[in-house]
């Protein structure tokens, strides 16, 4: 018998029923419109005492946190965490060991900084680095007067190198890490360029007023300043700030009344005097906040800069938006990641429950107190402050002046 054949409303009809079951059954999915939080790995969960103590005294929390669980309940606790974050992520370089040290060419390696850069003046020493090399690193052109390397950060490297000259190192800090397109090695805050330089060192932090202050602020629970009034960070910030008391004392969002205010706030906070300056007290004015939001410029993988680490060391909890890899980068336990959570509401519940009590907040502060430092040792270690040494290391395995040109 021949087959009649089906019309397209019959075969339309059969589709849209199949498409049904497979949706249904969840082989097809749609894809949902994302948020600026993205979707969490693991929500953090927090454990409420069954008496909330809105507390203001930091060292009490430290005691209170001492008798109930201590530095090595802490290590047995979070141990899965601190093993996980002390292994080699990829993150960060690896430091020089002293079975490379037979790579090295030279015993001696002379760095010139031409132009203006971020690189505080302090910078300038002579170091002595591993394998029994010294570096010199100096601003000077008379202390170095035949250089082997010439490092540039504003300023443009020669467009070619003779043989002879003294190798173009060029600097990169920002989130783009944007090459000259003419230097010989390229530092970056990225583990994939040739050396890395984190902002986790002290140098990032000269001149600054390290009063902590034990006291913290109960009523107004959240610190943020921002002077780039970028449109996705201040809409974020918003979207947080609305939903928990907090000063902002930048030109973005500004509540306390116009810029400086800190200083207002806490008097004991004055650096000099004569010439204030807002990043004389940045680390004493936060250290009065439980809570510092840190948002990025840009979220890029490995850029966490000094936004996060000034909040740090102040001795409050940062609360992160920024770079997904953030905790190759900061001790265990000790930031609250914005974007594990599913929503500002949650994230802003949670902050609350911590800020009410002393033992599950002072726990984000036992890195510090217990030694446990994770991956973050090697963010130090990686940084600014190590880095004449380890660009000397790099330049003595090329040779310096008498580096090849290509």
Request: aromatic share 12%; glycine share 4%; net charge neutral.
């Amino acid at each position: 018998m021949q087959l009649k054949p089906l019309n397209t409303f019959t075969i339309t009809l059969m589709l849209f029923f199949t498409f049904l079951i497979l949706f249904f059954s969840g082989f097809l999915e749609f894809p949902s419109v994302s948020s600026s939080i993205q979707q969490p790995f693991t929500t953090p969960s927090l454990t409420l005492s069954s008496n909330p103590n809105p507390f203001t005294d930091l060292l009490s929390a430290f005691k209170t946190w001492d008798s109930q669980m201590g530095c090595s309940q802490f290590k047995l606790k979070r141990h899965d965490l601190i093993r996980l974050l002390s292994n080699s992520s990829g993150s960060l370089q690896e430091p020089v060991s002293h079975s490379s040290c037979n790579l090295l060419k030279m015993e001696h390696v002379s760095v010139l900084v031409k132009g203006w850069t971020w690189v505080p003046d302090n910078l300038d020493n002579l170091y002595s680095c591993q394998c029994g090399m010294s570096c010199l690193w100096t601003k000077s052109p008379v202390l170095a007067d035949k250089p082997d390397a010439l490092l540039f950060e504003t300023a443009t490297p020669p467009l070619q190198r003779h043989s002879g000259d003294p190798l173009r190192v060029y600097m990169d800090l920002e989130a783009g890490r944007r090459r000259s397109g003419r230097e010989d090695l390229f530092i970056s805050y990225h583990a994939k360029d040739d050396v890395q330089s984190t902002y986790a060192g002290a140098l990032f932090h000269n001149g600054r007023n390290y009063h902590i202050s034990s006291y913290k602020n109960n009523e107004t629970l959240v610190y943020w300043s921002s002077s780039r009034c970028l449109s996705q960070r201040n809409q974020l910030a918003k979207s947080f700030l609305r939903l928990l008391p907090h000063h902002s004392f930048g030109k973005c969002l500004n509540n306390v009344g116009g810029l400086d205010m800190a200083l207002s706030f806490y008097p004991e906070c004055t650096n000099d005097a004569n010439t204030p300056k807002w990043w004389d007290h940045l680390h004493c004015a936060m250290s009065h906040y439980k809570f510092v939001l840190a948002i990025e410029n840009t979220v890029t993988e490995s850029y966490v800069t000094e936004k996060l680490f000034y909040a740090l060391d102040s001795g409050a909890v940062p609360i992160y938006f920024g770079a997904p890899n953030v905790l190759d980068f900061v001790p265990p336990h000790s930031i609250i990641d914005g974007t594990k959570f599913r929503s500002m509401e949650e994230l802003a519940s949670y902050v609350k429950a911590l800020a009410n009590d002393p033992v599950a907040y002072a726990e984000y502060h036992a890195w510090r107190r217990c030694g446990v430092l994770g991956n973050y040792a090697k963010a130090r270690a990686t940084s600014l402050d190590t880095l004449p040494c380890r660009l000397c290391e790099a330049v003595s395995k090329k040779g310096g002046r008498n580096a090849r040109t290509e």
